[in-house]
């Protein structure tokens, strides 16, 4: 069974940082691409970034373009999103779900980020 | 860059109604690659079609999808009180994904 659970949310300042994992279980991980959605208070889903199964593209909404860099690991069957110079703007929960095209199956549970002062 | 735009942005209806939700792409994209998800408050979104018309696994046959071009719908026969959410349609191109705003189905 396929379960994805994200980590690393929490409470940070404008201009801070912030590193979220995703661990996964039940699937092969090294067979997959990953994404991440996001998704602020009362508003609706907004793609964030995709990596290709064996890490080798990585792929960002214009909006996190140059301040998030994604990264998998399929030794330790976790993804992970670095999030850099942060904004109000930022404030969401996010979740990660497994690549399968033309949709996405398997979700997380998410996790919230608040950038705030 | 393809945006997705779902009207109407609210739809009241009752149990044993039907629901049609429409989303328009900007422009034509294939079906293969249309998604349409359920989302209920606190809960990650839920696969329901994709392909346009196919439903995902348990996805209950009162949900169907139609569309080709730049207009697809998301039907549901008759409304269940589990199925009052919110819906969103969402297209996967070139590595990257786009969704619709959203139509939110209250009683």
């Known amino acids: 069974q396929v379960h994805l659970v994200e980590s690393g949310g929490g409470v940070v300042q404008p201009g801070g940082s912030l590193r979220l994992s995703c661990a996964a279980s039940?699937?092969?991980?090294?067979?997959?691409?990953m994404h991440w959605v996001r998704q602020a208070p009362g508003k609706g889903l907004e793609w964030v970034a995709f990596?290709?199964?064996?890490?080798?593209?990585?792929y960002y909404a214009d909006s996190v373009k140059g301040r998030f860099t994604l990264s998998k690991d399929n030794s330790k069957n976790t993804l992970s999103l670095q999030m850099n110079s942060l904004r109000a703007e930022d404030t969401a929960v996010y979740y990660c779900?497994?690549?399968?095209?033309?949709?996405?199956?398997?979700w997380g549970q998410g996790t919230l980020v608040t950038v705030s002062s | 860059e393809i945006v997705l735009t779902q009207s109407p942005g609210t739809l009241s209806l009752s149990p044993g109604e039907r629901a049609t939700l429409s989303c328009r792409a900007s422009?034509?994209?294939?079906?293969?690659?249309l998604a349409w998800y359920q989302q209920k408050p606190g809960q990650a979104p839920r696969l329901l079609m994709d392909?346009?018309?196919r439903r995902a696994t348990g996805i209950p046959d009162r949900f169907s999808g139609s569309g080709s071009g730049t207009d697809f719908t998301l039907t549901i026969s008759r409304l269940e009180p589990e199925d009052f959410a919110v819906y969103y349609c969402?297209?996967?191109?070139?590595?990257?994904?786009?969704f619709g705003g959203g139509t939110k189905v209250e009683i």
């Open positions: 990596i290709r199964y064996d890490g080798s593209n990585k």
């Open positions: 392909g346009a018309s």
């Open positions: 039940g699937f092969s991980f090294d067979s997959y691409g």
């Open positions: 422009q034509s994209v294939s079906s293969s690659y």
């Open positions: 969402q297209h996967y191109g070139r590595s990257l994904l786009t």
């Open positions: 779900a497994q690549d399968l095209v033309p949709g996405l199956k398997y």
